[in-house]
């Protein structure tokens, strides 16, 4: 079956970078995207950009475009994000999901579990 | 920015009532809305895309409307199940925004 497995939680100190990979299984992974989203505790859902797993096209959201990068790792079918100087306020549960601009049908049909990211000194 | 804008923001309802949520985007969007499901401590499950069409293997009596700035989620029978924080997600223009959720609970 279709599976997007995420890493384990994190704790970093103010200032750190983390590392979240997304292992998908069960679809080609070169066919889709990954999108990332994240939610803070007790808050809603926040989009923060998604990559081609094709061709490593990505977009960004601006608010996060300074501090964020994602890539993909075709030979494990693997995607990671990866967020440097983390502030208190990037604590958050951190998901991927499969996704795609070209076909509404298979647009952020299926999520990872989450991985939670505790920012704290 | 797109915003969109979900209302309400929390109700009250009981098993077999009708309930529409609306989410309203600040610029048209075209049918680039998704509707999302999450319980907590759960994954966002995905309930509706392109606005109108049925996710596969979600009941029959969810279902979506609308096109441009107007959007409405309408669960026709209300279950025990259907309990949750429901998010709409505009993908039309950067950056995709998700409404702010509604909470919907039990009366």
């Known amino acids: 079956q279709i599976q997007l497995v995420q890493s384990g939680a994190e704790v970093e100190k103010p200032g750190a970078s983390v590392k979240v990979s997304c292992k998908a299984s069960?679809?080609?992974?070169?066919?889709?995207?990954i999108s990332w989203v994240r939610q803070a505790p007790g808050q809603g859902l926040e989009w923060m950009g998604w990559i081609s797993a094709y061709n490593g096209n990505r977009h960004y959201a601006q608010k996060l475009q300074d501090r964020l990068i994602m890539t993909t790792d075709t030979s494990t079918n693997t995607a990671y994000m990866e967020l440097r100087s983390l502030r208190s306020d990037d604590t958050a549960v951190y998901y991927c999901?499969?996704?795609?601009?070209?076909?509404?049908?298979?647009?952020?049909?299926?999520w990872g579990k989450g991985t939670s990211v505790t920012v704290s000194s | 920015d797109i915003q969109m804008t979900q209302s309400p923001s929390a109700m009250s309802a009981s098993v077999g009532d009708r309930v529409t949520i609306t989410c309203r985007a600040s610029?048209?969007?075209?049918?680039?809305l998704a509707w999302f499901q999450q319980k907590p401590g759960k994954v966002p499950k995905r309930l509706i895309y392109?606005?109108?069409n049925l996710q596969s293997g979600v009941p029959s009596r969810f279902s979506g409307s609308g096109s441009g700035t107007e959007f409405t989620l309408t669960i026709s029978s209300l279950q025990p199940e259907d309990f949750a924080t429901y998010y709409c997600?505009?993908?039309?223009?950067?950056?995709?925004?998700f409404g702010q959720g509604t909470k919907v609970e039990i009366k």
């Open positions: 610029q048209g969007i075209s049918n680039y």
């Open positions: 999901a499969r996704s795609t601009t070209a076909d509404f049908y298979y647009f952020m049909d299926v």
């Open positions: 392109a606005s109108s």
């Open positions: 997600l505009q993908h039309n223009r950067y950056p995709w925004t």
């Open positions: 069960g679809y080609t992974f070169t066919s889709y995207d």
